[in-house]
């Protein structure tokens, strides 16, 4: 490239950056798909989250959708499943995933690594019975209640909830779960740890053939959430991605 054609392309990048809301754009190297953009100028910090959605499987091309305290954005996993933003948002985010007919929740309470997989369902079917209320209505509450930002926002109550699903899972299936840190731990599909581990309560029936958790394990989920509700919830802890994936 000449002298010439330099000064012509690095304009017409900045101008594509700055004017492409709704298509996915590369702006500072970073992954950015929606009307959030690369950045909004509105004063929200930049929220860099991936992960991981497999039902056993990976989720290919599966739309990601971020919900956040402030802020939203979205963007498509590769064939493995894997999925990598950064947006301006304010956390904690409730990210669902849809693929065909399988739709998955997951949250982001930090930066860093927050997967999708029936676990993290299960988990937010648990956070949601401990709030009083159902999975769908904490989600579709989520971007104005405070209530509900404080609690999945809260690193202990988030940690006690996995913790509520490894527990029962093994319980009900019998099935020793290798990685029990299941929200915040890097995972590739094909390989031991989180994946193997979905494939163990795939065959145990607490994962339905399409993915979903078995209406038994919703249930049981449930019912341990009522059991133990949150009656006040604190301040959220501080905490990093990479501090987070390195608890339990």
Excluded: W
């Excluded at 910090?45 to 739309?63: D, E, H, Y």
């Amino acid at each position: 490239m000449n002298t010439h054609d330099a000064r012509f392309v690095r304009p017409v990048l900045a101008a594509f950056c700055g004017a492409s809301l709704a298509t996915l754009v590369a702006c500072s190297g970073s992954s950015c798909f929606g009307l959030d953009g690369c950045g909004s100028g509105d004063g929200m910090p930049n929220v860099a989250l991936s992960g991981t959605a497999a039902i056993g499987k990976a989720l290919a091309s599966a739309m990601v959708s971020f919900s956040c305290a402030s802020g939203s954005g979205s963007t498509l996993t590769d064939g493995g499943g894997h999925y990598s933003i950064t947006f301006n948002a304010t956390l904690p985010c409730i990210l669902t995933v849809t693929s065909g007919g399988t739709t998955l929740h997951s949250l982001a309470f930090v930066d860093g690594t927050s997967n999708t997989t029936p676990e993290t369902e299960l988990m937010l079917v648990y956070l949601a019975a401990q709030l009083g209320t159902s999975e769908t209505s904490l989600i579709a509450g989520f971007p104005s209640n405070s209530q509900f930002q404080r609690a999945l926002a809260n690193q202990t109550d988030v940690l006690a909830a996995q913790s509520a699903v490894v527990t029962n899972l093994q319980q009900r299936y019998a099935v020793t779960l290798t990685a029990p840190a299941f929200l915040t731990t890097p995972f590739i599909v094909g390989q031991a740890g989180v994946d193997s581990d979905l494939g163990a309560l795939a065959t145990a029936g607490a994962i339905d053939v399409n993915g979903m958790p078995d209406p038994v394990a919703v249930a049981l989920l449930s019912a341990a959430g009522l059991a133990h509700p949150l009656t006040t919830t604190s301040t959220p802890a501080a905490g990093t991605g990479s501090a987070a994936s390195s608890m339990m």
